[in-house]
C-alpha cells in the first residue's frame, strides 16, 4: 500500500535536515514539525523530546501524549491545545530513564469566526429533562472513548479526509443556535450527499459506536496513542466495535442524524483527549 506513513516522512525530514544540519541540531524543521506545529488554541505543539534510546512519555494537563520518533533517536510530542487555552507559556512533562522533567512551549492566539444557525427542532437547542439525562450518558462514554491511549503508533499523522467534498463549517467556530450561544463547532463540516462512503482518515480500531443526540449515528476510530477520529451524523454504520480498519477503510455512509441541518459528516480529531483542528491534518489549516 503506497501510504505516506509515518517512516517516509522520517526519511523526508532525514534527508532535509541532512541537507540543513546546523538547523536541526537547535530546533529539528522536520515535516512533521512544518506540518503539524501550529500552537494556538485548538491547535497542535510539536514539542522536541531530544535524543533518546527508548521511547520517553510525555503527558500534558495530566494526560497523557502521544509520542513518535523523529529522525536518529529524535521524539516528537505531538500536543493538543485545548480551545480553552490562554495564549501563552505551557508546559508538558517529558519522562525517560534519566527523569522527569518541565518542557515549556508557547501558545498563540486565534480567533474564530461566529455561525448562526436557525434549528426547526427547538428541542435540539434547550433538550428537555430526558433529553438532558440522555446526554449527559452520551457524553460520558465518549469522553471515555477519547480518553483511551493504546499503545500503537499511528499509521499516518497527515490524515486523509474521510469524504471528499467542501467544507460547510470550520473547527472553532462559536455557534448560536436559534440565537442562543452552544459550545463551539468542536470538528469540520464537509458537505456531502447522503450516502457517500466514510473512510476513516488513518488505520485504526473501532472503540465505539452509537446513536447519539446530538452527533447521532457515530463511530470512533482509534489510530493509537490517543489520537482519534469521530464520524457523526451518519446514515448508516458499517462496522462494530473491535473492528480493525485500514486506512480508507469504508465506517459508514453520511447522513444527517442527530442535530442537523442536512446531509453532512462531522469529523472530530482529538489528542490527548483535547479536541483539535481536523483541517491542520489535512494541511488546510489557516492561522
Ligand atoms: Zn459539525
Avoid at 155 to 174: A, E, I, Q, T, Y
Wanted: proline fraction near 8%; aromatic fraction near 8%.
Amino acid at each position: 500500500m503506497p501510504d505516506f506513513i509515518v517512516r517516509s516522512l522520517i526519511t523526508t525530514a532525514l534527508g532535509f535536515c541532512l541537507a540543513l544540519p546546523a538547523f536541526a541540531a537547535t530546533q529539528p524543521d522536520s515535516y512533521i514539525t512544518r506540518a503539524l506545529d501550529k500552537p494556538v488554541p485548538g491547535g497542535v505543539a510539536v514539542v522536541d523530546l531530544g535524543s533518546a534510546t527508548d521511547a520517553p512519555k510525555a503527558s500534558y494537563q495530566g494526560k497523557p501524549v502521544l509520542v513518535i520518533k523523529e529522525q536518529g533517536n529524535r521524539w516528537l510530542a505531538i500536543v493538543g491545545v485545548p480551545l480553552t487555552v490562554k495564549p501563552g507559556s505551557q508546559q508538558l512533562v517529558a519522562k525517560d530513564a534519566s527523569g522527569s522533567r518541565n518542557l515549556a512551549f508557547v501558545v498563540g492566539s486565534k480567533k474564530y469566526p461566529e455561525q448562526r444557525i436557525t434549528l426547526k427542532n427547538q428541542r435540539q437547542v434547550n433538550p428537555n429533562p430526558d433529553d438532558v439525562k440522555r446526554i449527559e450518558g452520551e457524553q460520558v462514554v465518549q469522553i471515555q472513548a477519547y480518553r483511551s491511549f493504546s499503545p500503537g503508533t499511528p499509521s499516518n499523522l497527515l490524515l486523509d479526509k474521510p469524504v471528499d467534498g467542501p467544507l460547510s463549517s470550520k473547527f472553532g467556530v462559536r455557534r448560536f443556535f436559534n440565537g442562543e450561544e452552544r459550545n463551539p463547532h468542536a470538528g469540520l463540516d464537509f458537505a456531502v450527499p447522503t450516502g457517500t462512503p466514510i473512510k476513516s482518515p488513518a488505520a485504526g480500531k473501532v472503540i465505539l459506536i452509537g446513536n447519539y443526540f446530538f452527533n447521532g449515528n457515530t463511530v470512533v476510530v482509534d489510530h493509537g496513542q490517543g489520537f482519534i477520529s469521530m464520524l457523526c451524523h451518519m446514515s448508516r454504520i458499517d462496522v462494530k466495535v473491535g473492528d480493525v480498519v485500514p486506512r480508507g477503510g469504508v465506517v459508514g455512509r453520511v447522513g444527517s442524524t442527530g442535530r442537523a441541518t442536512g446531509p453532512h459528516l462531522h469529523w472530530n480529531v482529538s489528542l490527548n483527549d483535547t479536541r483539535v483542528d481536523p483541517a491542520i491534518f489535512i494541511g488546510a489549516f489557516q492561522p
